[in-house]
């Protein structure tokens, strides 16, 4: 991210902020959805996006900081503290979800991943005293820095300054050799590890990284919904959040932000919609079909998502003439690896 | 100061280097060829880390190195090109000459990510990428480059971290006569400059003789010829293997 984008950044967030308190509960409540979820999507659109490591385990790990922040939050600590401490439990699962990465590549990797969604889960409903079983963690209210935030409003703000704190992050980290890094093992971990990276290493720091930014997510859906249970972190979420970089953009940070607003905002339309045809109670399977059909329609004509669709619009609308280069080998490729053997 | 011996390495029941045998001394460009399937590149693999020999030894400074990964090999000085360069679509010229630097020479993450290094940019734009014609480029794509482009800007990043022993895998195939006698000129400078051995698998023959202090002929796997340019040329075995049986 350029200092320009950097700035344009902070007076969106700026104009979102001060608009906040002329905000009805709804608006607001759409904001720290969006927002929080962006900042999940960025997560894995780091892991998977950026690094190349298909993963259909972050349902679980927003879980892991969803109770990690609860616990810590009921303990009595600073939201701050909460989240950060959530970041870092989550920071370390990740790192442990990724460990069969050193072995596996692609879609095997992504099997790999799949187990230990089903083993969180699991732990979620056995490890009662840290996250009361199925009845699910209540999670008391708490403060942010010391000011009082727990009103829609109130994490409405927080989470637009966590996100666009995780924004300019993740645009740096990608810009310093571990970022680069990140990249190559995507393009090709072959060639990676012909130039000399250490790829184990490379990944532990994506999957550390990525799963600390899940970690606060987590964090932020516990305290804003006051409860952590078992059947919000199940794999439908894992699904939802790889809908969302997949539609945002893979490797794109609006990439995210947009995968995010249109994910969270589409099964609210779909409500309205049925509430408005009196068939309310078929959405939910409505609201699935729809996210398959977009996927695989975004694979098949946008592969870069909705962030490439809307620049190239942007770009054709300027009328800049210029065509910009195709690439369709740009899209991650999500069939096992056929690298050459020499 | 690279020493190998007995370097033997198999693929299932195909034996692609037999035997194989190099020295190479400090600042000293050696030509390695052979016809193809000679066992050139598996050869240069086993060097980098990429393949692990099933015998024999390879020496750097006295330590064993075969077993060692490619990115140990990297940090203490044996960099490598490749035959064919990989279509990277998101990074920069620029970037992957930082890889190329990094993976000897890393500087500090946090340094990084707080402020960048547009100093470090410029200089090593300054030192690989200026002299290889690639400047202009420094900010483009890999992918919307020429091939010989693309393929100086390997050297650029293996250069990148002032190797003491570079591995160049066909630097100048597939490249215009031109650029590949200017690439060829520009390796022999970096040796003056660097002071790096190098090993150049190559089969163009006017590139090699008039790059290459010494030049070591592989066929089927083993060194078959080990000499200067015009002993090369003169030798019956390598005329033999090149051009067959009169």
């Known amino acids: 991210m350029t200092l320009r984008q950097i700035l344009i950044l902070l007076a969106v967030a700026a104009c979102i902020l001060l608009l906040l308190p002329g905000l009805g509960r709804y608006s607001a409540y759409i904001v720290y959805v969006v927002a929080i979820a962006s900042i999940g999507a960025l997560a894995l659109n780091l892991l998977i996006g950026y690094c190349g490591q298909i993963s259909f385990a972050h349902g679980g790990l927003l879980g892991v900081g969803a109770y990690a922040a609860g616990n810590f939050g009921n303990a009595g600590q600073d939201m701050v503290v909460a989240l950060a401490g959530a970041g870092f439990v989550t920071a370390l699962i990740s790192v442990m979800i990724g460990l069969p990465a050193l072995r596996l590549r692609g879609l095997y990797f992504a099997i790999a991943t799949l187990a230990a969604q089903f083993i969180l889960e699991y732990l979620f409903r056995l490890l009662e005293p840290l996250t009361h079983g199925v009845s699910g963690l209540l999670i008391e209210p708490a403060p942010f820095l010391g000011f009082g935030v727990s009103t829609d409003r109130g994490y409405a703000a927080v989470s637009i300054i966590l996100l666009v704190l995780s924004l300019i992050g993740v645009s740096r980290l990608l810009r310093t050799d571990l970022g680069r890094r990140f990249i190559l093992i995507r393009d090709s971990e072959m060639v990676a590890r012909g130039m000399g990276i250490n790829v184990a290493r490379t990944k532990f720091w994506a999957f550390a990284i990525s799963g600390f930014l899940a970690g606060i997510a987590g964090g932020l859906l516990a305290f804003t919904t006051r409860i952590a249970a078992p059947e919000a972190f199940e794999i439908a979420l894992s699904v939802d959040y790889v809908a969302m970089i997949i539609v945002g953009g893979l490797g ?45 329609l975004f694979m ?31 899209a991650m490729d999500l069939r096992p690896s056929s690298e050459p053997a020499e | 100061m690279l020493t190998a011996r007995d370097v033997t ?26 016809p193809n399937g000679a066992g050139k590149t598996t050869f240069v693999n086993a060097i980098s ?3 692990i020999p099933a ?55 946090l340094r990084q990510f707080f402020f960048g290094n547009r100093r470090q940019d410029n200089d090593l734009t300054d030192k690989f990428l200026e002299p290889l014609g690639l400047a202009d480029h420094r900010d483009s794509p890999l992918q919307v480059l020429s091939y010989g482009h693309r393929k100086a800007v390997d050297i650029a990043r293996a250069l990148a971290g002032e190797p003491d022993l570079l591995l160049l895998d066909e630097p100048v195939a597939g490249v215009a006569p031109a650029e590949a006698f200017a690439l060829a000129g520009f390796v022999k400078r970096i040796r003056d400059q660097l002071g790096c051995a190098v090993v150049m698998v190559e089969h163009k023959m006017d590139v090699v003789m008039s790059t290459c202090d010494r030049i070591v002929v592989m066929a089927a796997g083993a060194k078959i010829f080990e000499g200067s340019g015009a002993g090369v040329q003169s030798d019956p075995e390598v005329r033999r293997v090149y051009l067959g049986d009169a």
């Open chain 1, 252 to 296: 794109s940070l609006p990439g995210a932000v947009i995968g995010a607003f249109f994910v969270v905002l589409l099964p609210e339309v779909v409500q309205r919609l049925g509430e408005y045809f009196n068939a309310a109670t078929q959405t939910s399977a409505i609201r699935e079909m729809i996210f398959g059909l977009l996927i695989i």
């Open chain 1, 300 to 330: 098949i004509y946008e592969p870069r998502g909705l962030n490439s669709l809307a620049s190239r619009l942007w770009r054709r609308w300027r009328g800049a003439g210029t065509k910009p280069a195709k690439t369709p080998s740009g």
């Open chain 2, 9 to 34: 390495i198999r693929f299932g029941g195909v034996v692609a280097v037999n035997k194989m045998e190099i020295d190479v001394r400090p600042g000293e460009i050696v030509g390695l060829i052979g």
């Open chain 2, 49 to 51: 880390g990429t393949y």
């Open chain 2, 55 to 109: 015998e024999g030894s390879i020496r750097w400074h006295d330590e064993e190195i075969v077993g060692r990964s490619p990115s140990y090999l990297a940090r203490i000085g044996v960099g490598r090109t490749f035959q064919n360069v990989a279509s990277l679509n998101d990074l920069t010229v620029l970037d992957i000459v930082k890889v190329g630097r990094s993976v000897r020479k890393p500087s500090g993450g």
